[in-house]
């Protein structure tokens, strides 16, 4: 379960990133929670969430291609250091009380610029942390499970944090969290392989990218998937305050119990994904977990209980963090190697690129229908989209089952795809 921590730099990465994540998880909170304080606007929510993620739309296919030339550790040096500078501008405008929405809509584009190069480039970089290529796909769940630990811990800090002393403690606590990431990156010892192929012409490496990428009805099929789920699925997270104080009646700490709850679900998720060593069966947890998380939203949706919203949360985080991982497990595995930065830039549009417009979308429908149709439509599209993925999955065995085999990934993986591709006993 945790063997791809035998590898050094990976070790040195899971500690520092550990530490920063937990950071990054209680600026996301008070970022949400002070903008509803500050306006009451369930529109401006969603515009905060866009503003945050629309420069990732815009740049991560353009960032994938730089990043199969750049030398990646500097990348994630550079992002690191400019996320550290975001914090900590926060943090200084929030306690001196001069802290307006139009700065966290500045500061969160800031934000979308760097997430823009630094999620594509961490996704590319993890190969060149891991020596057997085998530890790849425990790496991948293992990254998983720290983020969402960080997600069940960050959270109820945040919560008990704004409560007593203020938003502006979140912020200046994250952006001192980024030195154990910046020093980990720098403590480690990188080989150089071989220096990729350079194209003059962006373009022309970025039309190659998404030529592959389309042109292969597995990698196309995940990412269609994804980009659903973050469109429909997603955006619920902007909504959470809403949620928490007119729904179910509570406060900050509702929000950081909600928040957390999720990441509970996720964490064990997580956890779930790191003790498998085969891909065998990933393709139908694809499809079922993103059943699971759609139909946990939309349950989500009609409750008014506490207690029932935490246990639908939980459900719907342990579905998205299977789902999550198990397409990152098969487009990493799958991927050739000189467009691994293209697919993982594509991958991050996907996920990331369009949420922005999911988050503004919620917004804009709350507004209108209300927080709780709002979801409950969001997830009833992500059950459509499972279903819609579970039609193609034999395609997709056959299509995918050659190229673990070519590569020679491990027995258990070849083998697994092989009996995958078997209609079940």
Same mark, same amino acid.
């Given at each position: 379960?945790?063997?791809?921590?035998?590898?050094?730099?990976?070790?040195?990465?899971?500690?520092?990133?550990?530490?920063?994540?937990?950071?990054?998880?209680?600026?996301?909170?008070?970022?949400?929670?002070?903008?509803?304080?500050?306006?009451?606007?369930?529109?401006?929510?969603?515009?905060?969430?866009?503003?945050?993620?629309?420069?990732?739309?815009?740049?991560?296919?353009?960032?994938?291609?730089?990043?199969?030339?750049?030398?990646?550790?500097?990348?994630?040096?550079?992002?690191?250091?400019?996320?550290?500078?975001?914090?900590?501008?926060?943090?200084?405008?929030?306690?001196?009380?001069?802290?307006?929405?139009?700065?966290?809509?500045?500061?969160?584009?800031?934000?979308?610029?760097?997430?823009?190069?630094?999620?594509?480039?961490?996704?590319?970089?993890?190969?060149?942390?891991?020596?057997?290529?085998?530890?790849?796909?425990?790496?991948?769940?293992?990254?998983?499970?720290?983020?969402?630990?960080?997600?069940?811990?960050?959270?109820?800090?945040?919560?008990?944090?704004?409560?007593?002393?203020?938003?502006?403690?979140?912020?200046?606590?994250?952006?001192?969290?980024?030195?154990?990431?910046?020093?980990?990156?720098?403590?480690?010892?990188?080989?150089?392989?071989?220096? &990729?192929?350079?194209?003059?012409?962006?373009?022309?490496?970025?039309?190659?990218?998404?030529?592959?990428?389309?042109?292969?009805?597995?990698?196309?099929?995940?990412?269609?998937?994804?980009?659903?789920?973050?469109?429909?699925?997603?955006?619920?997270?902007?909504?959470? &305050?809403?949620?928490?104080?007119?729904?179910?009646?509570?406060?900050?700490?509702?929000?950081?119990?909600?928040?957390?709850?999720?990441?509970?679900?996720?964490?064990?998720?997580?956890?779930?994904?790191?003790?498998?060593?085969?891909?065998?069966?990933?393709?139908?947890?694809?499809?079922?977990?993103?059943?699971?998380?759609?139909?946990?939203?939309?349950?989500?949706?009609?409750?008014?209980?506490?207690?029932?919203?935490?246990?639908?949360?939980?459900?719907?985080?342990?579905?998205?963090?299977?789902?999550?991982?198990?397409?990152?497990?098969?487009?990493?595995?799958?991927?050739?190697?000189?467009?691994?930065?293209?697919?993982?830039?594509?991958?991050?549009?996907?996920?990331?690129?369009?949420?922005?417009?999911?988050?503004?979308?919620?917004?804009?429908?709350?507004?209108?229908?209300?927080?709780?149709?709002?979801?409950?439509?969001?997830?009833?599209?992500?059950?459509?989209?499972?279903?819609?993925?579970?039609?193609?999955? &034999?395609?997709?065995?056959?299509?995918?089952?050659?190229?673990?085999?070519?590569?020679?990934?491990?027995?258990?993986?070849?083998?697994?795809?092989?009996?995958?591709?078997?209609?079940?006993?």
């Amino acid at each position: 379960m945790l063997r791809a921590l035998r590898h050094r730099n990976y070790r040195l990465f899971f500690a520092g990133q550990g530490i920063s994540v937990i950071g990054t998880w209680l600026t996301r909170v008070a970022t949400s929670w002070l903008v509803y304080r500050l306006t009451g606007s369930k529109f401006l929510l969603g515009v905060v969430g866009f503003a945050s993620q629309i420069p990732i739309f815009v740049l991560a296919p353009v960032a994938g291609v730089l990043i199969d030339r750049w030398d990646r550790r500097r990348l994630l040096i550079v992002t690191q250091a400019f996320f550290m500078l975001q914090s900590l501008t926060l943090a200084a405008l929030s306690l001196t009380g001069a802290i307006r929405v139009w700065h966290i809509i500045v500061l969160s584009l800031c934000q979308g610029l760097a997430y823009s190069f630094d999620t594509p480039g961490r996704q590319s970089f993890v190969i060149e942390m891991i020596e057997d290529r085998n530890d790849l796909s425990n790496a991948i769940a293992l990254n998983s499970s720290m983020f969402n630990g960080a997600r069940l811990i960050g959270p109820a800090i945040a919560g008990i944090l704004i409560a007593r002393v203020g938003e502006g403690i979140c912020f200046l606590c994250d952006g001192i969290s980024y030195v154990a990431v910046i020093l980990s990156l720098l403590a480690m010892r990188v080989s150089r392989g071989p220096a &990729p192929a350079r194209h003059n012409d962006v373009l022309r490496g970025m039309k190659e990218g998404l030529d592959y990428a389309m042109g292969f009805a597995p990698i196309r099929s995940i990412l269609l998937l994804l980009a659903l789920v973050s469109f429909m699925g997603m955006p619920y997270t902007v909504l959470l &305050p809403v949620f928490a104080t007119n729904i179910l009646h509570g406060n900050a700490d509702t929000l950081g119990f909600l928040t957390s709850a999720t990441g509970l679900g996720a964490l064990a998720g997580a956890l779930y994904m790191a003790m498998r060593r085969t891909v065998l069966g990933l393709g139908r947890w694809i499809a079922a977990a993103t059943a699971m998380f759609g139909a946990g939203l939309a349950a989500f949706a009609l409750s008014h209980h506490l207690w029932l919203s935490l246990a639908l949360l939980l459900l719907a985080g342990f579905g998205m963090m299977v789902q999550m991982a198990s397409c990152n497990t098969i487009l990493q595995t799958v991927v050739e190697d000189d467009k691994r930065g293209r697919v993982m830039g594509l991958y991050t549009v996907s996920f990331l690129g369009i949420a922005p417009f999911g988050s503004l979308a919620a917004g804009a429908m709350a507004s209108l229908i209300g927080a709780s149709y709002t979801v409950l439509i969001g997830g009833l599209c992500c059950i459509g989209g499972a279903l819609l993925f579970a039609r193609r999955l &034999p395609m997709i065995r056959r299509l995918v089952r050659p190229i673990y085999i070519q590569k020679g990934i491990i027995l258990p993986v070849a083998s697994g795809i092989r009996a995958a591709s078997e209609p079940p006993a």
